[in-house]
């Protein structure tokens, strides 16, 4: 099993930042990825970046140019930074992480942390 603990949500005016962390623990199997996706009300829950172990990145068509996705491996940690926020961005921001113990993968989702932009 892999616990991810999600911080850093909260209320920001349009155009401003917030820095979401996610930390994995519980688990000696290799994280291969971690990532965001979010879900607004009504909406399905959608990618919007993630991070392989090698760092390769991946972001949704709508956040790119203002989101980025890091991860430190030393503390299985993965940040998203979010600038020039959108109303649009408003939704509850859920963490991912995809785990393999090199027979099978296993994907695990944090509690989410809700993120609201004003206009």
């Known amino acids: 099993q892999v616990q991810l603990v999600e911080s850093g949500g909260g209320l920001v005016q349009a155009g401003g930042s917030l820095r979401l962390s996610c930390a994995a623990s519980?688990?000696?199997?290799?994280?291969?990825?971690l990532g965001w996706y979010r879900q607004a009300p009504g909406k399905q829950r959608e990618l919007v970046a993630s991070?392989?172990?090698?760092?390769?990145?991946n972001y949704a068509d709508s956040v790119k140019g203002r989101f980025t996705i890091s991860r430190d491996n030393t503390k299985n940690t993965v940040y998203l930074q979010m600038n020039s926020l959108k109303p649009e961005d408003t939704a509850v921001y859920y963490c991912?992480?995809?785990?393999?113990?090199?027979?099978?993968?296993?994907?695990?989702w944090g509690q989410g942390t809700q993120v609201t932009v004003s206009s």
């Open positions: 991912r992480a995809e785990a393999t113990n090199y027979r099978s993968t296993y994907g695990y």
């Open positions: 519980g688990s000696s199997y290799s994280i291969k990825m």
């Open positions: 991070i392989t172990s090698g760092n390769s990145t």
